[in-house]
């Protein structure tokens, strides 16, 4: 086999060596738009055709305002379809400069994801860095066509890697951005692809207050327009030889031919993106397969529903029982377990090296100590001192511990002291043990689940495999008559992309969501469930990191929900689907007692990814399937009401807070999202031990945010659609029945604000609150309340 791999591997170097031979041709390109967007409460400043655009953040008196270029090329109306690029330069001149233009600054170039409008608007004399009120079309802070088109995110979307920087200082004079991989991706992809070309943005270091003026497209000197050298080939390279005809040269399924991109850097995906958007659609007979080398492989086929679904163990207790007052020891260990009868063992972290970890049943007012325990070891045995993924140290955390394999637990939901609450910064390394954590399980029975919660690293080491659920129970609940025993069942739905070895796959550097292609469920992916003629009672917990689900049953069949986050809701709510958020869970019934044995039904998923998103755009739609047997089953009816539920009245609240979900500006990684601006050490909100408040979540961005509050449950009061400056519009509505109850994760969907109502009770010290969508809280959308003891 080793003949093979070189005489395969040595081909398909010749191949590429002899079709990067060619001389190229080059192309000065002018742009078609180019534009400022000037940063401003309403989106009511533009300059779209003044003779420059701006970028950096000037410095009026009283201003101190935000400037970023906008700036796009006709790539195939002058480079001949088919073509390969080589080369991207992009120059621009300076004119003036903020001060006396001395000052330097970092400009990097980011690709724009969303189409903009260039507009007619001409600031008055004076420079133009003020703006002027923006005509039809134009893009502003706000708008990415004036006055009916919107941006996600204030600001501009786009792709958080930047392109290529440039240090910029002395005016009159010319600067240029050389080619970057990126760049030449940029490009090329605009050749493919037409209508994904938005162009470049330009984004200085917005902290200085010293702006940059560039000429743009309508200056009257054409020497100091913008420029865009490109360098291409007319010849595309030979197709990447199939040496068996198996057909993925970077991740070849069955050995016989085995290409490893590092060992061969001219395999490069930036250097051969005519490869681009090939992946399933270009398959030679004769033995030639097209490959897309810029996209990481999908991983292996995998039939749905070979496996049966795991039913979860419960932990048993090193002293008192379970369900009582007891202690557990719990070990967070690095092991394999095969995830599909398709696939190889796939290592993984858990607890008591399970995924996911075992359950541990609990009881209100009854308390359960634990002592977690750091034994992650490498394959050889020895205490790991790095993570088993790649770790993007640029995010808070990371940036000061590295890649180190910290952790930390947090019982997500539970009511208890600030020092057993998994505080991100309280990490432990391999070979430590944490203090022993106590949980008094004062509190409403509900359906928890304990993770890992380190900073900056929190997605890693959940998707790594460290969750697990945590039951509370109380004697009023168990006389209801619900659906228990075999009957009662807990489901961990979360998404994972594999390796064709079996291993995970996971970005190296931070983004900001993650999506994978394979569901699972209780850490099988796409399983099975016999069910017997009745009603089953299933606790769901969306483990996933960004991912959303918007659950129903392929026969149409409707769904009973019976609880949320905080335990049961006063009374049923029949569906016929739900959506849950990562870290929301849902309490549900679903009666199998009408069908005949034999009846398949497929529990479905239709959330697009990122979500609200487009319809059917990232949607991974199985989950699992149920298979009805000839057994009876719990065929009891569903208890009305179900639990009384106590209103916090809205005047008990001594304080309003507003918390708005914005992307701003990141030297780190581009874009990162934050709470009111502010990151992990600024603590602003100081609630008083014994008080009620009302924190309205703001969401001035075109995504959906989960967001987390510790310590506390809350009530949901309302949500209110708002512009994009936060102004309300129209009436509050109320919350959604099936999320009526007690709540600890909310989800703010694009433009609207949600306020929720909570008390702060029993623990003074600090508290974490967040997005739960795992990579936007491990890069600053994680801020800390503190609670305050009352004054004397």
């Known amino acids: 086999m080793l003949h093979t791999v070189l005489k395969c591997a040595l081909g398909v170097l010749a191949t590429l060596l002899l079709a990067t031979a060619a001389p190229g041709t080059t192309v000065n390109i002018s742009p078609t738009q180019d534009a400022t967007l000037y940063e401003d409460a309403n989106g009511q400043l533009a300059g779209g055709a003044l003779d420059a655009f701006f970028v950096g953040r000037n410095g009026f008196a009283g201003g101190q305002k935000k400037r970023r270029g906008l700036v796009k090329f006709d790539i195939a109306a002058n480079i001949p379809a088919g073509a390969t690029?080589?080369?991207?330069?992009?120059?621009?001149?300076?004119?003036?400069?903020?001060?006396?233009?001395?000052?330097?600054?970092?400009?990097?170039?980011?690709?724009?994801?969303?189409?903009?409008?260039?507009?007619?608007?001409?600031?008055?004399?004076?420079?133009?860095?003020?703006?002027?009120?923006?005509?039809?079309?134009?893009a502003t802070w706000y708008h990415t066509f004036y006055v009916t088109q919107f941006w996600t995110n204030p600001g501009g979307d786009f792709d958080p890697n930047s392109r290529a920087s440039q240090i910029v200082g002395v005016p009159n004079s010319s600067y240029t951005w050389n080619s970057t991989a990126l760049?030449?991706?940029?490009?090329?992809?605009?050749?493919?692809?037409?209508?994904?070309?938005?162009?470049?943005?330009?984004?200085?270091?917005?902290?200085?207050?010293?702006?940059?003026?560039?000429?743009?497209?309508?200056?009257?000197?054409?020497?100091?327009?913008?420029?865009?050298?490109?360098?291409?080939?007319?010849?595309?390279?030979?197709?990447?030889?199939?040496?068996?005809g198996w057909g993925v040269l970077t991740s070849d399924y069955n050995q016989d031919c085995y290409v490893d991109m590092m060992d061969f850097p001219i395999l490069d995906p930036n250097l051969y993106p005519?490869?681009?958007?090939?992946?399933?659609?270009?398959?030679?007979?004769?033995?030639?397969?097209?490959?897309?080398?810029?996209?990481?492989?999908?991983?292996?086929?995998?039939?749905?529903?070979?496996?049966?679904?795991?039913?979860?163990?419960?932990?048993?207790?090193?002293?008192?029982?379970?369900?009582?007052?007891?202690?557990?020891?719990?070990?967070?260990?690095?092991?394999?377990?095969?995830?599909?009868?398709?696939?190889?063992?796939?290592?993984?972290?858990?607890?008591?090296?399970?995924?996911?970890?075992?359950?541990?049943?609990?009881?209100?007012?009854?308390?359960?100590?634990?002592?977690?325990?750091?034994?992650?070891?490498?394959?050889?045995?020895?205490?790991?001192?790095?993570?088993?993924?790649?770790?993007?140290?640029?995010?808070?955390?990371?940036?000061?511990?590295?890649?180190?394999?910290?952790?930390?637990?947090?019982?997500?939901?539970?009511?208890?002291?600030?020092?057993?609450?998994?505080?991100?910064?309280?990490?432990?390394?391999?070979?430590?043990?944490?203090?022993?954590?106590?949980?008094?399980?004062?509190?409403?029975?509900?359906?928890?689940?304990?993770?890992?919660?380190?900073?900056?690293?929190?997605?890693?080491?959940?998707?790594?495999?460290?969750?697990?659920?945590?039951?509370?129970?109380?004697?009023?609940?168990?006389?209801?008559?619900?659906?228990?025993?075999?009957?009662?069942?807990?489901?961990?739905?979360?998404?994972?992309?594999?390796?064709?070895?079996?291993?995970?796959?996971?970005?190296?550097?931070?983004?900001?969501?993650?999506?994978?292609?394979?569901?699972?469920?209780?850490?099988?992916?796409?399983?099975?469930?016999?069910v017997k003629q009745g009603k089953y009672r299933f606790r769901i917990v969306n483990a996933s990191g960004s991912r959303f689900y918007r659950l129903s049953l392929s026969n149409s069949q409707n769904m009973t929900v019976i609880g949320s986050d905080g335990g049961l809701l006063p009374s049923p709510v029949t569906l016929s689907q739900v959506t849950i958020a990562p870290a929301e869970r849902v309490d549900l019934i679903i009666d199998f007692s009408s069908h005949a044995a034999g009846t398949e039904i497929i529990l479905t998923n239709d959330a697009p990814a990122p979500f609200p998103g487009t319809t059917g755009v990232g949607v991974i739609p199985n989950v699992m399937k149920f298979i009805v047997q000839g057994q009876t089953g719990h065929t009891a009816a569903i208890p009305d009401p179900l639990r009384t539920f106590n209103v916090i009245p809205e005047g008990q609240a001594i304080q309003n807070r507003t918390l708005t979900l914005q992307q701003h500006p990141d030297a780190c990684t581009g874009n990162t999202w934050l709470i009111n601006g502010l990151m992990w050490d600024n603590i602003t909100e100081f609630p008083v031990l014994g008080t009620t408040e009302i924190w309205t979540f703001s969401n001035r961005s075109g995504m959906t945010h989960p967001m987390h509050m510790h310590l506390v449950m809350f009530q949901v009061l309302d949500r209110q659609a708002i512009m994009p400056d936060g102004t309300t519009v129209g009436s509050p509505l109320p919350p959604e029945p099936e999320f009526a109850g007690w709540k600890d994760t909310v989800q703010v969907h694009p433009f609207e604000q949600v306020r929720v109502i909570a008390t702060f009770t029993d623990f003074t010290g600090k508290f974490a609150y967040h997005c739960h969508i795992l990579e936007h809280e491990d890069h600053e959308m994680m801020r800390q309340f503190q609670v305050v003891a009352p004054s004397p």
């Open 85 to 138: 690029i080589t080369s991207v330069t992009l120059k621009l001149y300076l004119n003036k400069a903020s001060g006396d233009g001395s000052e330097q600054q970092l400009i990097r170039l980011f690709r724009v994801t969303n189409d903009w409008g260039e507009g007619g608007s001409f600031p008055p004399a004076g420079g133009g860095g003020s703006g002027t009120f923006p005509t039809l079309n134009s």
């Open 274 to 530: 005519q490869f681009a958007s090939e992946w399933l659609s270009c398959t030679d007979p004769n033995g030639i397969h097209c490959i897309n080398l810029n996209a990481p492989p999908s991983g292996p086929e995998l039939t749905p529903f070979l496996d049966a679904l795991p039913i979860l163990t419960v932990k048993q207790p090193t002293t008192g029982s379970v369900g009582g007052v007891a202690h557990y020891d719990i070990s967070m260990v690095e092991f394999q377990q095969q995830l599909h009868q398709q696939l190889p063992l796939t290592t993984l972290w858990g607890y008591d090296g399970q995924f996911p970890g075992p359950t541990i049943e609990a009881t209100a007012n009854q308390q359960v100590t634990v002592d977690w325990t750091n034994d992650l070891r490498d394959p050889n045995n020895n205490l790991r001192t790095s993570h088993y993924l790649a770790v993007d140290t640029c995010p808070h955390g990371p940036d000061l511990a590295g890649d180190s394999p910290r952790t930390v637990v947090h019982l997500h939901g539970i009511h208890a002291a600030e020092q057993f609450d998994g505080y991100p910064e309280d990490t432990f390394l391999p070979g430590q043990t944490s203090i022993t954590h106590e949980y008094p399980n004062i509190q409403l029975p509900a359906t928890l689940w304990y993770h890992d919660h380190a900073l900056g690293i929190t997605r890693l080491n959940v998707y790594m495999g460290l969750a697990g659920f945590y039951l509370i129970r109380d004697a009023t609940e168990n006389s209801l008559g619900l659906p228990s025993g075999e009957f009662e069942i807990p489901l961990m739905i979360c998404d994972r992309t594999f390796n064709a070895d079996g291993s995970l796959q996971y970005p190296a550097a931070w983004q900001q969501t993650y999506f994978g292609n394979r569901i699972l469920v209780n850490g099988k992916v796409w399983p099975y469930l016999n």
């Open 183 to 244: 760049m030449i991706s940029d490009v090329q992809s605009w050749l493919d692809n037409p209508t994904t070309n938005y162009g470049w943005a330009l984004i200085g270091n917005e902290v200085s207050g010293m702006a940059k003026r560039f000429s743009s497209r309508e200056n009257l000197t054409a020497s100091q327009r913008p420029e865009l050298t490109v360098i291409y080939d007319e010849t595309p390279p030979a197709p990447v030889q199939d040496c068996d």
